[in-house]
């Protein structure tokens, strides 16, 4: 269990807080907006109103004694920037922030955040491969040019003993997962599938380029 600091509870700030609390770590969250703080209380009930940008108010904070402190104010960059400095400026373990460009989230890189999340710009990023190869229906980038996509099936397919190498060379197929309901509550499958019958509709999950992968797809007749 690890302790955490959330400061700024916008939308990512409050279901990260939450998200941490239901994994069974400690969780302060910290904003400057009263209303905000009353609201995230129903879930996360120690919450804090101050400015984060205050460098006293951080001290007085003691936030050594947090093992992370990430800062959710990616729209309001001055604010954020100021944030990390005096956090980093007050001893704080380890910081990560929120950016909204590539431009701040390099800024903030710089001035010491130990890391940097862009949610809005992986989104986009992986999106557009979504929309520009329709044998992709989810995509996510691991690294900058490989990624996790499925591919759903659009006729019967047996895998046979090779299945791995399902897509060819530059790619590995990594699992299934069956239709019939929400993706949320169909679990991929990773075990050995060696003569796994397939139905249309089921989805292959694979790891490579999205290009290769739906170059491979669309030669296979997925």
Not at 7 to 34: C, K, P, Q, T, Y
Not at 71 to 99: K, P, Q, S
Not at 182 to 205: F, K
């Amino acid at each position: 269990m690890a302790h955490f600091l959330v400061i700024g509870m916008n939308s990512f700030g409050r279901n990260l807080a939450r998200d941490l609390l239901a994994r069974g770590h400690e969780v302060v969250v910290v904003d400057r907006d009263v209303d905000r703080i009353n609201r995230i209380r129903y879930d996360v009930p120690d919450a804090v109103r101050f400015d984060a940008t205050d460098r006293d108010a951080l001290e007085a904070f003691d936030v050594k004694r947090f093992d992370h402190v990430v800062v959710c104010m990616g729209h309001l960059f001055e604010a954020a920037e100021r944030a990390t400095l005096a956090l980093i400026d007050v001893g704080a373990r380890a910081v990560t922030n929120l950016a909204t460009t590539r431009g701040r989230r390099d800024i903030l890189r710089a001035i010491g955040a130990d890391r940097v999340v862009a949610p809005g710009l992986d989104l986009a990023r992986n999106l557009a491969v979504v929309l520009s190869e329709k044998e992709i229906i989810s995509f996510v980038y691991l690294d900058r040019s490989q990624g996790i996509a499925e591919l759903a099936l659009s006729r019967h397919l047996n895998l046979t003993r090779e299945w791995p190498e399902l897509l060819g060379p530059g790619t590995r197929t990594i699992g299934i997962r069956r239709a019939g309901r929400r993706d949320e509550e169909t679990p991929i499958e990773c075990s050995e599938l060696t003569g796994v019958v397939l139905e249309a509709g089921d989805r292959i999950v694979a790891f490579g380029p999205p290009e290769l992968i739906a170059e491979r797809a669309r030669k296979l007749g997925l």
